[in-house]
C-alpha cells in the first residue's frame, strides 16, 4: 500500500550512458514533482506535472526531460549522463488545493 | 540569496535536553510555511504546515511555530528516535506550487 514508490531505487551507470527512472502514486493526487538532492541534502524542484501537464520546468539541463503518461505515472528520462547527476532523485506528489507535498523513497544515481 | 535559511546545520542533544530549531525565511508573500523530517536514506515525511504568522502545531514532541520573518521547530524531551535531519520549506504566494526548501538541521539526540 506504498503511497508515493519509485524504481529503482539504485542506479549505477557510466557517463553518456541514457536512463530512466519511474514514479507512480496511488494517492489520486493531481500534481507529482521531480527534485534532485545533491551530496549536501539540498533537495530542489526540478519538474511539476499536474494532471500530465507541465506547469513548472526549474533551470534544468535539455539532456532531462520527464514524461506523465497519466495522472499517476511520472518519469524521468535522463541523456548522456554526466559525473555531475550523481544524486538522489525524489519523486513527489500533492492533492488538489495543497501544497503539502508527499515523498516517494528516492533513487540513487551514481555516474561513474 | 537563499530564501529560506535553517540553523543551526547540525544540533545534538541529549536524550531529555529541549532545544528549538529555527527556519528564517525571505519571500514577497508567503502562502506557506512546511516542516518536513528525513530520515537517512529515506524520502522527507510531512510534519507540518503553517500559513499565517502566529499559527501553531503540534504532534507528539514537536511543536511548530511561526512568525512573519521566520519559524522555530522547538522539540521538547526529545528522545533518540527523534534524530533525523529536519527541512523547513516555503511556498510563495501568486507563484507555482513549488516548494523552496532550506538546507536542513540535522538532528542527533544522544541516549
Known amino acids: 500500500d506504498t503511497a508515493v514508490s519509485q524504481t529503482p531505487k539504485y542506479l549505477v551507470t557510466q557517463m553518456g550512458n541514457d536512463k530512466s527512472i519511474k514514479c507512480e502514486q496511488n494517492l489520486g493526487h493531481d500534481t507529482m514533482y521531480w527534485y534532485k538532492q545533491d551530496s549536501k541534502k539540498f533537495l530542489k524542484i526540478m519538474f511539476s506535472y499536474n494532471n500530465k501537464e507541465l506547469i513548472i520546468n526549474e533551470t534544468v539541463p535539455n539532456r532531462f526531460s520527464p514524461k506523465s503518461p497519466d495522472k499517476a505515472h511520472l518519469n524521468l528520462h535522463i541523456n548522456s549522463l554526466e559525473l555531475g547527476d550523481s544524486a538522489v532523485y525524489f519523486c513527489?506528489?500533492?492533492?488538489?488545493?495543497?501544497?503539502?507535498?508527499?515523498f516517494g523513497p528516492g533513487t540513487r544515481l551514481t555516474v561513474t | 540569496e537563499d530564501q529560506v535559511t535553517q540553523s543551526p546545520e547540525a544540533l545534538r542533544l541529549q536524550e531529555g535536553e529541549s532545544s528549538s530549531l529555527n527556519c528564517s525565511y525571505t519571500v514577497s508573500g508567503l502562502r506557506g510555511l512546511f516542516w518536513y523530517r528525513q530520515d537517512p536514506g529515506k524520502g522527507p515525511e510531512f510534519l507540518f504546515t503553517l500559513y499565517s504568522a502566529g499559527e501553531e502545531k503540534e504532534k507528539e514532541r514537536l511543536k511548530a511555530t511561526l512568525t512573519k520573518k521566520e519559524s522555530f521547530l522547538h522539540i521538547t524531551a526529545p528522545k533518540p528516535e527523534d534524530s533525523a535531519t529536519y527541512l523547513c520549506a516555503v511556498a510563495e504566494q501568486g507563484g507555482s506550487e513549488k516548494l523552496v526548501f532550506g538546507k536542513g538541521t540535522k538532528l542527533t539526540v544522544n541516549p
Open positions: 513527489a506528489s500533492t492533492p488538489r488545493g495543497s501544497y503539502e507535498q508527499y
